[in-house]
């Protein structure tokens, strides 16, 4: 299998239910993830838990009855929408393979405590995710990201590497495009 860049866009925060509104209306297949903090956890809110679906609206409103039970204070939502093109070739599972490969990345190397089954093996493909971040004007760029273990680049090479997450910080220029001048 070859190597795959994702581009995800992530908006938000959402409450619960202005997640549920938007995705109603504004999303169809996509990605969740839920920032809070569960019973007996201190400090700040945590990355906990990250979903798909290929039809969002139905999912949260299921998924908020089970996973959202354990997250008691704090709780916001993201919901992300894959900017890249489905992978070519025969389809081996149901779920789009982008956001496969996307949920597991993130449940497996964010260690994300309320993703069973996603945290035991690393995933079957290597593959690099782009996470950007967007307020829900679905417009406005977030400058910073929504929570400082929520990483900008995932990139992952396959079962025998090791894989980099990487936050961006440090030296940025930010390069305003050139006046028209004709």
């Keep these: ?16 239910k202005n997640a549920l509104m938007a995705a109603k209306y504004d ?3 996509g990605l ?18 990250i979903g798909l679906s290929k039809k969002l609206s139905t ?6 009855k089970s996973k959202l039970q354990e997250i008691t204070r704090d709780a916001k939502l993201w919901l992300g929408e894959v900017g890249t093109a489905e992978i070519a070739g025969p389809k081996v599972k149901r779920t789009p ?3 496969d490969v996307v949920e597991w990345l993130h449940a497996y190397f964010l260690h994300l405590p309320l993703n069973e089954r996603k945290t035991i093996k690393p995933p079957d493909r290597s593959a690099t995710v782009l996470n950007r971040w967007w307020h829900i004007d679905y417009q406005t760029r977030w400058v910073k990201r929504p929570h400082p273990s929520w990483p900008d680049i995932i990139e992952y090479l396959g079962p025998n590497n090791s894989a980099k997450l990487v936050w961006f910080g440090g030296k940025l220029k930010r390069v305003k495009p050139p006046f028209n001048q004709g």
Excluded at 35 to 47: L, M
Excluded at 59 to 64: A, N, T, Y
């Design 97 to 99: 393979v982008t956001l």
């Design 59 to 64: 999912r949260l409103s299921q998924q908020c």
């Design 32 to 49: 969740y993830l839920f920032i809070g903090k569960r019973r007996y956890q201190h400090g700040q809110p945590a990355t906990q838990y």
């Design 1 to 16: 299998m070859k190597h795959v860049a994702i581009v995800v866009d992530w908006y938000g925060p959402y409450a619960v």
């Design 27 to 29: 999303y169809d297949k």
